[in-house]
T-cell receptor
Framework: GAVVSQHPSWVICKSGTSVKIECRSL??????MFWYRQFPKQSLMLMAT?????????EQGVEKDKFLINHASLTLSTLTVTSAHPEDSSFYIC??????????????FGPGTRLTVL | AQSVAQPEDQVNVAEGNPLTVKCTYS??????LFWYVQYPNRGLQFLLK??????LVKGSYGFEAEFNKSQTSFHLKKPSALVSDSALYFC????????????FGSGTRLSIRP
């Protein structure tokens, strides 16, 4: 149980294009999903918290107009990198918290999406 | 502000020997503590967590961690390392009041030699 998937697993795009990454909770409902970014040999940096049916909460320094987050259902959140540039190349990981699960703040992580912008 | 420190970038251990991956934290309040493992080009896999109760927590793949409140530490341990344990390990902390946010340490690369 508690499986999170991401699609695509990797994507290569040209500079200036937009890329959408999907994050799905496969066997549970997630009112809250999180988007992280990980540079090579570095830790995960929280980009934003995505709440179903409401606007995402972005961490300081993350451009909300560049990284568009939509959480339209209890099982799907999407991250769109708009007008991507080479410096946006990174490993993007999502996670989900089970709806109604009290305590622990445990998150279940997706397998990640490697974005390469040429 | 809450933070997590993993003082070792890399830990090298011979197969069959015990291993320890260190983690200390700084929070105001009673934290939830986690260990995750990451294999190359993969997401994070949950190993174990401490919420409350027994300070020694047992998790997946034979790993365990000991919560030490006085030393604000949560070191990850395994009695006998396997080559397959080689991966990147992250310690993380969360507060009940933090809207589920998890703060990750910088990660420690564990390398087990045959």
């Amino acid at each position: 149980g508690a499986v999170v998937s991401q699609h695509p697993s990797w994507v290569i795009c040209k500079s200036g294009t937009s890329v959408k990454i999907e994050c799905r909770s496969l066997d549970f409902q997630a009112t809250t999903m999180f988007w992280y970014r990980q540079f090579p040999k570095q830790s995960l940096m929280l980009m934003a918290t995505s709440n179903e049916g409401s606007k995402a909460t972005y961490e300081q320094g993350v451009e909300k107009d560049k990284f568009l987050i939509n959480h339209a259902s209890l099982t799907l959140s999407t991250l769109t990198v708009t007008s991507a540039h080479p410096e946006d190349s990174s490993f993007y990981i999502c996670s989900a918290r089970i709806a109604g699960l009290a305590g622990a703040n445990e998150q279940f992580f997706g397998p990640g999406t490697r974005l390469t912008v040429l | 502000a809450q933070s997590v420190a993993q003082p070792e970038d890399q830990v090298n251990v011979a197969e069959g020997n015990p291993l320890t991956v260190k983690c200390t934290y700084s929070v105001s309040g009673n934290p939830y503590l986690f260990w995750y493992v990451q294999y190359p080009n993969r997401g994070l896999q949950f190993l174990l967590k401490y919420i409350t109760g027994d300070n020694l927590v047992k998790g997946s793949y034979g790993f365990e961690a000991e919560f030490n409140k006085s030393q604000t530490s949560f070191h990850l341990k395994k009695p006998s390392a396997l080559v397959s344990d080689s991966a990147l390990y992250f310690c993380a902390v969360s507060l009940p009041s933090s809207a589920s946010k998890i703060i990750f340490g910088s990660g420690t690369r564990l390398s087990i030699r045959p």
